[in-house]
């Protein structure tokens, strides 16, 4: 059984009938964000063949049109879960207060993939409205591992660690990205999101080569792939400077580096996201459409694990 792919707990009593989970199929299916605006459009498209991801932090409510919305969703497609507001990467303790909120929400819908940023977003009682990046080194890896811990003894299920997209680092690091994910994987048995659009804003902006990052990704680590539009700008010194925007169309670098992925490693969940100026339902689903022509050629070995 591949990491984030446990049996759903059972649902509380009272809660609205939901769309059976079968993992097994959707571990060769393309799905997009989720966004309420487009319900009626997907509804009325009665497609079997989707899933939907959605923000966690937008669906910690008692109820409203919002959850609504996904109740309805969730009736007839599976979802996952992405959580933005954990500070997994944080120096102090968890908000309990919010993983118990996630809890709620986990226990609710029953998501078939739940996933966190390795990044920080807390200090004190701030909390700053980005994704931070974090020093590899023992400290931080101690910090992380125990914070994965806590979270998934908490939802009982594997959680799923994203990569994140950078603009800086820290002189400080004694470990590269790719071992300091593979030793978080290996510490606390989370699965790992792959967000292959992160990895190419990381290095342009950092200057290092995406492909090399990729060669020495813990890809048997990985349950989900994301993928993303970026906008470009130049930077002060005239270089280029990408920025993880996820409101257009997935870039072609972005998916020449997904195709060589899944050529290797086998089909993947794959999810579009598009969280910024988004567009109408057909343009979102067109983008998922592109994944899945991808998926439906990546071959599995025959022993269940996907080729190297």
Same mark, same amino acid.
């Given at each position: 059984?591949?990491?984030?792919?446990?049996?759903?707990?059972?649902?509380?009593?009272?809660?609205?009938?939901?769309?059976?989970?079968?993992?097994?199929?959707?571990?060769?299916?393309?799905?997009?964000?989720?966004?309420?605006?487009?319900?009626?459009?997907?509804?009325?498209?009665?497609?079997?063949?989707?899933?939907?991801?959605?923000?966690?932090?937008?669906?910690?409510?008692?109820?409203?049109?919002?959850?609504?919305?996904?109740?309805?969703?969730?009736?007839?497609?599976?979802?996952?879960?992405?959580?933005?507001?954990?500070?997994? !990467?944080? $120096? /102090?303790?968890? +908000?309990?207060?919010?993983?118990?909120? *996630?809890?709620?929400?986990?226990? @609710?819908?029953?998501?078939?993939?739940?996933?966190?940023?390795?990044?920080?977003?807390?200090?004190?009682?701030?909390?700053?409205?980005?994704?931070?990046?974090?020093?590899?080194?023992?400290?931080?890896?101690?910090?992380?591992?125990?914070?994965?811990?806590?979270?998934?003894?908490?939802?009982?299920?594997?959680?799923?660690?994203?990569?994140?997209?950078?603009?800086?680092?820290?002189?400080?690091?004694?470990?590269?990205?790719?071992?300091?994910?593979?030793?978080?994987?290996?510490?606390?048995?989370?699965?790992?999101?792959?967000?292959?659009?992160?990895?190419?804003?990381?290095?342009?902006?950092?200057?290092?080569?995406?492909?090399?990052?990729?060669?020495?990704?813990?890809?048997?680590?990985?349950?989900?792939?994301?993928?993303? !539009?970026? $906008? /470009?700008?130049? +930077?002060?010194?005239?270089?280029?400077? *990408?920025?993880?925007?996820?409101? @257009?169309?997935?870039?072609?670098?972005?998916?020449?580096?997904?195709?060589?992925?899944?050529?290797?490693?086998?089909?993947?969940?794959?999810?579009?996201?598009?969280?910024?100026?988004?567009?109408?339902?057909?343009?979102?689903?067109?983008?998922?459409?592109?994944?899945?022509?991808?998926?439906?050629?990546?071959?599995?070995?025959?022993?269940?694990?996907?080729?190297?």
């Amino acid at each position: 059984m591949a990491p984030g792919m446990e049996n759903a707990q059972s649902r509380p009593s009272g809660c609205a009938q939901l769309h059976p989970v079968n993992r097994a199929s959707l571990w060769r299916l393309a799905g997009t964000s989720f966004k309420p605006e487009h319900l009626q459009a997907i509804l009325a498209e009665k497609s079997s063949a989707h899933w939907f991801e959605v923000h966690a932090e937008n669906f910690m409510m008692a109820g409203g049109p919002r959850l609504q919305a996904l109740e309805r969703l969730r009736r007839d497609y599976a979802i996952s879960v992405h959580g933005v507001g954990l500070s997994i !990467g944080a $120096a /102090q303790p968890l +908000d309990e207060l919010h993983l118990k909120r *996630l809890g709620a929400v986990v226990n @609710r819908f029953e998501p078939a993939l739940v996933s966190e940023h390795l990044a920080w977003s807390t200090h004190g009682t701030t909390f700053y409205n980005d994704l931070l990046p974090l020093p590899y080194d023992a400290q931080s890896l101690t910090n992380v591992c125990d914070h994965i811990d806590r979270v998934q003894e908490m939802l009982q299920r594997t959680l799923l660690l994203e990569n994140p997209s950078t603009y800086v680092a820290f002189a400080t690091s004694t470990m590269t990205e790719t071992e300091f994910l593979r030793a978080v994987a290996s510490r606390t048995g989370c699965g790992l999101l792959l967000d292959i659009n992160n990895v190419m804003v990381s290095a342009t902006n950092r200057g290092y080569s995406a492909l090399d990052y990729l060669t020495t990704f813990p890809l048997d680590r990985v349950s989900e792939i994301h993928l993303a !539009g970026h $906008a /470009q700008q130049v +930077d002060d010194e005239g270089d280029l400077l *990408l920025i993880d925007s996820h409101d @257009r169309r997935v870039a072609e670098s972005v998916w020449k580096l997904y195709e060589g992925v899944i050529g290797r490693q086998g089909p993947l969940p794959t999810l579009i996201e598009w969280d910024s100026q988004v567009p109408d339902w057909p343009t979102l689903e067109r983008e998922a459409k592109l994944a899945q022509s991808a998926l439906d050629v990546a071959v599995p070995s025959a022993s269940g694990h996907y080729a190297a």
